[in-house]
């Protein structure tokens, strides 16, 4: 039956039977704190968020749930943020098993990779790097944890938040102090912003990336999508840092009663977070609708390709204004360090921001009806679960059914992507056999 299937309707089934084996974990009496099953919708809702690797909730994690669905929960993101394919393909190879050509397809889709060359060696390495950095993660983290929370809990909490913030998950199990508040009672511990920032960043600029700098070292050489990636993720975190810190300096709700240097730290967690990560120091409603809007851009651009984040992707963003400057300055091709990107990468970039545009707009119109709601807060709880970033204006545990159903098709979408999405669903067409004749119509 597999056979029959396109490597993009094998990730879409994946995908479904993972977040159906979600569902009905913690849906049992068993996964909640209280004993009482929790509702299906909610269940369906946070299944779909973790493997999505979200982090929108609708529920608080640390007082709805027990250990037991807290695990599941976290177990869901994991595979989420490397792969369902992955995770699989990976316990193939330790049981001795081939891993045949559309087997090998379908790794190259879930990569988002160009062919098939050395995609099971990835596999392995991505393994590998993960469990290196989630280790390290721990370690660095349990320096906090353990004299807050004492060994048991301290050891628990490392050990679910580098796992949760690698992958981008944003889901956290400080609930107790406060329902929903994140890593709020952090706000003055630069050690605990700073690994979680790190651990967001390595798992937000993709494997490929994280690879060449292991490499680069002996190589001495980075390809122009590394370079893409690195270059436009710098620029939007120093951007990002500093129009927050300017935004917000004097609000008393976010970074006006802070110190300096507490101030700019939090300000570079905040635009760091808007690459998919889902954790917040600060309440995002008290913010100023400015840097509301603008953590709308931040996320709608998102991560890099090949990553555990969301977005159209900082790749797509930079070929965009990379086009945009060709054609003001009247050049044919678009280049970027003295590569030539090729036509079909451009009008692939712009089919991306056009659709994930058009299907951010459609979210935003559909949860002003349905939860009744200004159009800025609809748009940034839109632009989250498309995104899969997880940051909330407050809007996501109010949701009424629709709504619920609604965000979690678009983290469901935005998590597999609309291309994705879009090639598993539709029929193969071949091109026609001929070209229609050239005109021109106006432009601007």
Not at 160 to 188: C, K, M, P, R, W
Not at 225 to 232: D, I, S
Not at 349 to 369: D, K, N, Q, R
């Amino acid at each position: 039956m597999i056979e029959l299937l396109k490597p993009e309707q094998v990730l879409v089934i994946a995908f479904i039977i993972m977040i159906a084996i979600g569902t009905v974990l913690l849906s049992l009496p068993v996964a909640t704190g209280n004993g009482q099953p929790l509702p299906f919708l909610d269940a369906l809702f946070t299944s779909t968020s973790a493997v999505c690797v979200t982090g929108l909730v609708v529920a608080d994690t640390a007082t709805t749930f027990s250990t037991f669905g807290e695990m599941v929960i976290i177990l869901l993101v994991q595979i989420g943020g490397l792969g369902i394919t992955t995770v699989t393909t990976f316990f193939a190879l330790m049981l001795g098993k081939k891993i045949g050509v559309k087997e090998r397809l379908i790794l190259r889709q879930a990569f988002n990779m160009l062919d098939m060359q050395g995609v099971v060696n990835l596999v392995l390495k991505v393994i590998v790097i993960t469990l290196i950095i989630e280790t390290l993660g721990f370690v660095c983290l349990s320096f906090i944890f353990v004299p807050d929370w004492g060994w048991k809990t301290g050891l628990y909490f490392a050990f679910y938040h580098s796992i949760s913030a690698y992958n981008n998950g944003g889901f956290d199990l400080f609930g107790h102090v406060e329902e929903f508040s994140s890593l709020t009672q952090y706000i003055d511990n630069p050690w605990i912003i700073l690994v979680i920032s790190a651990l967001l960043l390595l798992g937000s600029i993709g494997f490929i990336v994280v690879l060449e700098m292991i490499n680069y070292p002996r190589r001495r050489r980075l390809s122009l999508h590394t370079k893409v990636v690195l270059t436009m993720t710098g620029l939007l975190i120093v951007i990002g840092t500093i129009v927050i810190l300017l935004i917000e300096w004097d609000n008393p709700a976010t970074l006006g009663l802070l110190s300096i240097k507490d101030k700019l730290v939090v300000s570079f967690f905040h635009a760091v977070t808007p690459r998919s990560g889902g954790f917040t120091l600060v309440s995002i409603e008290q913010m100023h609708p400015v840097t509301q809007f603008f953590t709308i851009l931040l996320m709608f651009v998102g991560a890099a390709p090949n990553s555990t984040g969301g977005g159209i992707k900082v790749t797509t963003f930079a070929i965009i204004l990379l086009a945009v400057w060709a054609m003001m300055r009247g050049n044919r091709h678009v280049v970027a360090y003295r590569r030539r990107i090729p036509v079909d990468q451009v009008y692939k970039a712009l089919t991306v921001t056009v659709t994930f545009m058009a299907l951010v707009i459609i979210l935003t119109m559909l949860l002003m009806i349905t939860e009744h709601t200004d159009i800025l807060k609809a748009m940034f709880e839109a632009v989250s679960s498309f995104g899969t970033v997880g940051l909330s204006m407050g809007l996501t545990p109010e949701l009424g059914g629709i709504g619920k159903i609604t965000v979690i098709i678009a983290m469901f979408a935005g998590r597999l992507g609309p291309i994705t999405l879009a090639v598993a669903i539709a029929r193969n067409i071949d091109p026609p056999p001929f070209s229609y004749p050239e005109e021109r119509p106006l432009i601007g």
